[in-house]
């Protein structure tokens, strides 16, 4: 039982990346999903999270506009868009997933937590 993220990468500023996270073992039906970050010096912070039904979903407002959470039919795996990335967007970025929505947004403990993928921004 795994959660992997993917597809991070060196993107320059005002480009996209796609970052995948993707269950092994289980099914992400029951499960709350978050995204979150750490950048070098600075503490782990959720950037988005989603419902297990997909019908709400939570954004920290350096990424409103420009990024975009969303779950596939598969029930495996969820996706983090990122448009117009800025250099204040790198960092590694975690997949996290919980039973509890807010778990997942207030800092609550976390059931399952993915490998980070490196996201750098040039400028």
């Known amino acids: 039982v795994q959660l992997q993220a993917s597809g991070g990468g060196l993107v320059q500023a005002g480009g996209s990346l796609r970052l995948s996270c993707a269950a092994s073992g289980f099914t992400l039906d029951y499960y709350a999903v978050g995204w979150f970050r750490q950048a070098p010096g600075k503490e782990r912070e959720e950037v988005s999270a989603i419902t297990s039904n997909g019908r709400s979903t939570h954004y920290i407002d350096s990424v409103k506009g420009r990024f975009t959470i969303s779950r596939d039919n598969d029930k495996i795996t969820v996706y983090l868009q990122m448009n117009n990335l800025k250099p204040e967007d790198t960092a590694v970025y975690f997949c996290?997933?919980?039973?509890?929505?807010?778990?997942?947004?207030?800092?609550?403990?976390?059931?399952?937590w993915g490998q980070g993928t490196l996201v750098t921004v040039s400028s």
């Open positions: 996290a997933a919980d039973p509890y929505y807010s778990d997942l947004l207030y800092g609550g403990p976390v059931e399952l």
